[in-house]
């Protein structure tokens, strides 16, 4: 028998994925093609990516992990010149930070209502860990490279 909690939980996942897809689309204009849902282990490794936090209903953080040189690629087909470093972290959280308000008002739509936090840009070998579960969607840009998109739920 599925418990109260545990059905809440299933609805946040399936919302949150649909989110992610109608956000990862409206906020980068590149054609892409997007994996189904998978659930991580412990710890999610990052070389290169943005963290966003989550508050409210939805709780936990959004991680979006690629190369330097992928986020880099993307900034520079959305804004038509290449990206310095600073700038590719600049963008890098922005990114991130654009991605999340839209999968939040994405998923609000549906009854979910959440805050976010402000961008963390995460460069360098960093292993995250401290989450009850994950979720992970894989983002392919044919002509670019991989993204994945990581929702770490703290509930």
């Known amino acids: 028998m599925t418990t109260s909690k545990e059905a809440n939980i299933n609805h946040i996942i399936k919302e949150v ?9 409206n ?3 590149i ?3 997007i994996g189904g849902p998978q659930l991580i282990e412990k710890p999610l490794k990052v070389e290169f990516g943005v963290m966003i936090g989550f508050t409210g209903d939805l709780k936990g953080e959004l991680v ?14 959305m804004f038509g010149m290449p990206l310095s470093d600073e700038m590719l972290d600049s963008f890098s959280g922005e990114l991130g930070n654009m ?10 739509e549906s009854g979910i209502h959440t ?22 969607v894989n983002v ?3 002509s670019i490279g991989d993204m994945q998109i990581n929702l770490l739920l703290n509930q």
Request: charged residues 10%.
């Open 115 to 136: 805050d976010i936090t402000h961008p963390t840009v995460l460069n360098g070998s960093t292993s995250l860990s401290g989450f009850k579960r994950a979720l992970l």
């Open 140 to 142: 392919n840009y044919p």
């Open 17 to 25: 994925y649909n989110g992610t897809i109608k956000s990862i689309n």
């Open 64 to 77: 979006v992990k690629s190369t330097s040189n992928v986020f880099a690629s993307i900034g520079e087909k």
């Open 99 to 108: 991605i999340a308000g839209s999968l939040s008002t994405q998923i609000a």
């Open 27 to 29: 906020v980068i204009p």
């Open 31 to 33: 054609e892409n093609t």
